[in-house]
């Protein structure tokens, strides 16, 4: 792939997320978020496990609906859209699941065609086969193309859920937790797949992780959820050189192995 | 397009109008009703799912084909052997054919298909939902703009509805072959003169009403698999519960049918 400057337009918020609220029963999970996210721009969201990084992504894209507050997505408010315009506004929308979510019955082809033939009726085979190869391609796994998930590592699968969204051209990419469960050094590929994409894709993104290196390197501006809020938003440097104990615990833990207390 | 992820905190939480148990029970059928509501909702609106609904009914029914030929041969020859004796006490073995093919057509066949297409394929289509939903790839689906109900739930319905009637038509040919074999053993009784004497007493409303009890009775194992499976929660343990409770749930449902449509059509006879 080659690599263009990527502009962020700070006039431009794609996800405008404020006062967001969700319980699951007794359960609060997020107690007041706000976040911006720009165009152009990869967020990178840490926080420990069970914060509900995933459940403000699954907001976003509409699966779950959030209790209170504003989600703007492309300037749509996600939980107010009937089922036509959710549809097609999450054709905008990538979703790299946590777990890949590969269909498991279809093979790579089938995975990747899935989303194509039933959103673009019109396509021709051929345009089909090269849409499918293009993508393939361009997270180096073309020579998967007739396997099957369970046959794949969990790093070709994580490529391959990533090409699967790719394939409709989304504007904005959701990852949950790319690098997790993976290698050091399949995490550096699947980090600069997520710059790659960002470049040739032109995709703005919130890249969710608990890897300190993939906010790191895929992250324009990082947040730091805690406690069902954002604790600290902006450049990886800015939100580090802030004087919070929990934030120095949570630096501390990835990168000296500290142990950590809450 | 969200139905899939009705989470708890869809429901109203802490108060309860009767008691937990109660309130659940009402709801979830509530929820049932929905699910059959949105099936009709979207079986009848392009585009259609035709490959998928095709495939299905190639599972459902080719696959289960060694099960039940088995099943509906045995089912004959022993019903027949078994009638045997009390016919001879009045001389009449000669109405065998006939008594045994209103036995099968009338109620053995549909409900020894049913039976047997909810065991296997009914945990099948639970279990393999199942695992699709909490292996988010039903979420995958939907956030991808495609319709997972459609996809899944409404190719396995219209398949299952479809393929139960057919099945149940050959359960009763290979039951009847069973049973002539007994006969044939006894009486020398012809191929041709058993069937002749047998199809004599078995009407088109016979027929006909076993046809559509069938077509429900596949509908119901297609319903309970997909909801179960579609409703599925708690990781791998929730894979289990979805099947097993979908075999469960469906046979309940097809001797509580049987009974109704029994009423039904003996009122109409
Ligand atoms: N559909 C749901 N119904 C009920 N509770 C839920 C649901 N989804 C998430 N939760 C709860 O919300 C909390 C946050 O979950 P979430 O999956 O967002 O965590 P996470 O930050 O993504 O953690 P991880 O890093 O482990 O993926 C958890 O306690 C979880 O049990
Ligand atoms: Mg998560």
Known sequence: MEHKPVQINRNNAVIHIQNLRKSFGALTVLNGVDIDVFQGENMAVLGRSGTGKSVLIKIIS??????????QVLGEE???LNAEELRALRLRIGFSFQ???????????????????RNKPNLTRQEIDSAVEEVLDNVGLLQTINQMPAELSGGQRKRI????????????MLYDEPTAGLDPITSVEINSLINEVREQYNTSAIVITHDLTCAKTTGNRIAILLDGRFLAQGTFEE???????????????????????? | MNTSNEDASAVPSKKYVLSKKADDFFINIYRVYKFIARFFKEAFVPPYEWKEIIRQCYEIGYKSLPLISLTGFITGLVFTKQ????????????WLPSLISIAIIRALAPLVTALITA???GSNIGAELGSMKVTEQIDAMEVSATNPFKFLVVSRVIATSVMVPILMLYTGFVGMLGSFLNVYANEQTSFKAFFQSAFSTISFLDISSSVLKSVLYGFTIGITGCYQGYHASNGTQGVGKAANTAVVVSMFLIFIEEMIVVQFVNAIR
């Open chain 1, 62 to 71: 509409g699966l779950l609906k959030p209790d209170s507050g504003i989600v």
């Open chain 1, 78 to 80: 996600v939980d107010k």
């Open chain 1, 99 to 117: 777990n890949s979510a590969l269909y498991d019955s279809m093979t790579v082809r089938e995975n990747l065609e899935f989303p194509l033939v």
């Open chain 1, 161 to 172: 859920g990533i090409a699967r969204t790719l394939i409709l051209k989304p504007e904005i």
């Open chain 1, 239 to 262: 939100v580090f050189a802030v004087d919070d104990e929990r934030i120095k615990n949570f630096y501390n833990y990835n990168f000296t192995g500290d142990k950590v207390d809450y």
């Open chain 2, 83 to 94: 009638s045997r004796p009390s016919l001879e006490t009045f001389g009449a073995s000669s």
């Open chain 2, 119 to 121: 065991g296997k394929v």
